[in-house]
């Protein structure tokens, strides 16, 4: 099994630990011994001399007392022996209780039977005393008072013999307290030596391939790729090393390349962008301009290279399109720009060019800041075509309303006044015309309507109004349609949506004509919902119908102009009501938009300002 640098560390500075334990384990054992020591001194020999000392005080008083009584006071001297005499065999017991040593015991027997013969002496003594007085002072210099030293003598020996003992425990207990300073200087020494010496081999192990390492990574650093670090350790500096080594393996397969390649191929997608018709602008993280193609600098008249390096807004003189910018940066995703608004108005010879406008973020790599990538594409002949679009729809719509209106009243009056003398085929033509004359003024009035509504001449009343008022207006104007055709129509409102701000007209007028479109693709028995809840600042309003729903190659353009679902139902209609509803919302600051599944209806949802 092959040992990792951390098994190795461990080992080493495990024995180390170890050491220490032994040390500590010396320390205590010896500290044991010397309290052992210590204590033998204190408790086995220190009662036996309290208990000679006492002894010798209270033969020395009895013998005291002995000489009260030859002087004549017998009462007193006998009172003290007596008292003397307890205290004496009381230390005597005590001696008796602690022999510890060899020796004592004979001493402590030596001395409870001359303390025995001596209490005989004495009562002889007294007798003596009482009869003869002479003959009692010989009696106790010749009996008494040999018997009385012998006792003390024994306990002088007894008390010498302790003590004697307590100067031995003192001597081991120094002896074994300079043994714990040895042992455990020379185990300390050893254990510091060899933590310092496994210290020293193991920062040599490690800093040995770290200092290869080094010397090898200046020496790539320097682009000199022929580096090989041999090592034979098998743990994680060893696997260092090998990653080491393939990297710079690899460094050098990179640096082999053909560089003339790499070169080539950039070159060649240069080109590719310069030649692209429309405008290319990269911008970085700093919101610096990197790189633009002629088209771009052409377009805002810049010098070749004049606007690299510059800050944005210093060469697309643009507040709304830098805010655009700006945010596709601190997102990484592309803005939202509302339709009709990602256009940018450049002026170009005293006249003005529109470029449609779209910014993309480009990732330059995992945990950078994104750039991004400014498209501009020259809308300026698309946007005067529609402008004379508009102008001729306008003009013609103007034009065609005078004689629309005298068609249909001349086929008015023909229906009031001839229509008993035509034959059927005459009076069905006639009834055609003036379908058709109708349906013709009805377009002329949308064109103009949508004309003006596009040229920012329609006038927007905004005022508080309840969602509830809309929905009840807009169904009351098709409550007879809907029950001819036995269709269901019901609203809902979400409990607490606010009143909103807008021209309640031409509201009503929107879910009317959405109203309408339901109806018109539902069959009979099927059913219409309105619904309106607040989300966010705005509230959602929405017509739901279960009918033939919508094919998905019409949902994407099915609010513009003139477009028109082909089936049964949609005869008739002139294509442009829904893009009369998407011009009022967005001139109330809203949105609108569809989502269907052909076969199983649609639902028109549009937004609009929540009054606050």
């Known amino acids: 099994m092959t040992a990792t640098l951390r098994i190795k560390i461990l080992i080493g500075y495990?024995?180390?630990?170890?050491?220490?334990?032994?040390?500590?384990?010396?320390?205590?054992?010896?500290?044991?011994?010397?309290?052992?020591?210590?204590?033998?001194?204190?408790?086995?020999?220190?009662?036996?001399?309290?208990?000679?000392?006492?002894?010798?005080?209270s033969i020395e008083r009895q013998d005291s007392a002995v000489l009260l009584v030859m002087l004549g006071y017998q009462d007193e001297g006998l009172s003290r022996l007596r008292e003397y005499e307890a205290q004496f065999l009381q230390w005597l017991g005590r001696a008796r209780d602690n022999i510890t040593i060899a020796g004592e015991d004979r001493i402590v027997g030596s001395i409870d039977t001359g303390y025995s013969s001596y209490l005989t002496d004495i009562s002889k003594l007294v007798l003596q005393h009482q009869n003869d007085h002479q003959k009692a002072v010989g009696f106790y210099h010749e009996t008494v008072f040999p018997s009385f030293?012998?006792?003390?003598?024994?306990?002088?020996?007894?008390?010498?013999?302790?003590?004697?003992?307590?100067?031995?425990?003192?001597?081991?207990?120094?002896?074994?307290?300079?043994?714990?300073?040895?042992?455990?200087?020379?185990?300390?020494?050893?254990?510091?030596?060899?933590?310092?010496?496994?210290?020293?081999?193991?920062?040599?192990?490690?800093?040995?391939?770290?200092?290869?390492?080094?010397?090898?990574?200046?020496?790539?650093?320097?682009?000199?790729?022929?580096?090989?670090?041999?090592?034979?350790?098998?743990d994680e500096l060893g696997l260092l090393v090998e990653e080491f080594n393939a990297m710079v393996r690899k460094l050098k397969a990179f640096h082999n390349l053909d560089i003339?390649?790499?070169?080539?191929?950039?070159?060649?997608?240069?080109?590719?962008?310069?030649?692209?018709?429309?405008?290319i602008i990269v911008v970085?993280?700093?919101?610096?301009?990197?790189?633009?193609?002629?088209?771009?600098?052409?377009?805002?008249?810049?010098?070749?290279?004049?606007?690299?390096?510059?800050?944005?807004?210093?060469?697309?003189?643009?507040?709304?399109?830098?805010?655009?910018?700006?945010?596709?940066?601190?997102?990484?995703?592309?803005?939202?720009?509302?339709?009709?608004?990602?256009?940018?108005?450049?002026?170009?010879?005293?006249?003005?060019?529109?470029?449609?406008?779209?910014?993309?973020?480009?990732?330059?790599?995992?945990?950078?800041?994104?750039?991004?990538?400014?498209?501009?594409?020259?809308?300026?002949k698309l946007r005067e075509l529609d402008r004379i679009k508009s102008e001729f729809i306008t003009t013609a719509s103007h034009e065609l309303r005078t004689p629309l209106t005298s068609i249909g009243m001349s086929v008015g009056m023909l229906v009031e006044t001839a229509m008993a003398k035509l034959d059927e085929r005459e009076r069905e033509l006639l009834s055609t015309a003036q379908e058709e004359v109708q349906r013709l003024k009805a377009m002329v009035n949308d064109l103009l309507d949508l004309s003006r509504i596009e040229a920012g001449k329609i006038d927007i009343e905004s005022e508080r109004t309840p969602v509830i008022l809309l929905f009840e207006?807009?169904?009351?104007?098709?409550?007879?349609?809907?029950?001819?055709?036995?269709?269901?129509?019901?609203?809902?409102?979400?409990?607490?949506l606010p009143e909103i701000k807008v021209d309640a007209n031409k509201i009503t007028w929107v879910l009317t004509n959405l109203i309408s479109n339901a109806l018109r693709y539902t069959a009979p028995g099927g059913h219409i919902r309105l619904f309106a809840e607040r989300i966010g600042p705005h509230a959602h309003l929405s017509v739901s119908d279960d009918g033939a729903g919508i094919p998905y190659e019409y949902q994407s353009r099915i609010f513009n102009k003139f477009v028109r679902v082909e089936s049964d139902e949609s005869a008739g209609g002139s294509g442009l009501g829904l893009a009369?509803?998407?011009?009022?919302?967005?001139?109330?600051g809203g949105t609108i938009w569809v989502d269907s599944v052909p076969g199983q209806g649609s639902t028109f949802t549009f937004t609009l300002p929540v009054a606050e």
């Open 14 to 57: 495990g024995l180390t630990l170890a050491l220490t334990m032994v040390v500590l384990v010396q320390a205590f054992v010896n500290l044991f011994d010397l309290g052992r020591a210590s204590d033998a001194i204190l408790r086995e020999n220190y009662k036996s001399i309290l208990a000679a000392e006492n002894m010798i005080g």
């Open 149 to 234: 030293k012998a006792v003390r003598d024994a306990c002088g020996e007894l008390r010498e013999i302790n003590e004697k003992t307590m100067l031995q425990a003192s001597d081991r207990a120094q002896f074994i307290a300079h043994r714990a300073i040895w042992s455990l200087t020379v185990i300390g020494i050893v254990a510091v030596g060899m933590g310092l010496g496994f210290s020293l081999f193991l920062s040599a192990r490690i800093t040995r391939p770290l200092r290869r390492i080094m010397e090898a990574a200046q020496r790539v650093a320097g682009r000199n790729y022929d580096v090989e670090i041999t090592t034979d350790s098998s």
């Open 260 to 279: 003339k390649q790499v070169v080539a191929e950039k070159q060649k997608s240069e080109a590719i962008i310069r030649s692209i018709d429309d405008g």
């Open 284 to 380: 970085d993280a700093e919101l610096k301009v990197t790189d633009l193609n002629p088209m771009a600098e052409r377009a805002l008249r810049r010098e070749p290279g004049d606007a690299q390096g510059r800050h944005f807004l210093e060469v697309v003189k643009s507040e709304e399109l830098f805010r655009y910018v700006k945010e596709s940066i601190e997102s990484g995703h592309p803005p939202a720009i509302e339709e009709g608004k990602d256009v940018l108005a450049l002026e170009k010879d005293r006249e003005q060019i529109y470029f449609q406008f779209s910014v993309t973020p480009v990732q330059a790599g995992a945990g950078s800041r994104p750039g991004v990538v400014l498209v501009l594409r020259d809308v300026t």
């Open 473 to 496: 207006k807009a169904v009351a104007v098709l409550k007879a349609q809907v029950e001819r055709k036995s269709v269901g129509l019901a609203f809902e409102i979400r409990e607490g």
């Open 580 to 588: 009369i509803c998407k011009e009022i919302i967005r001139a109330h």
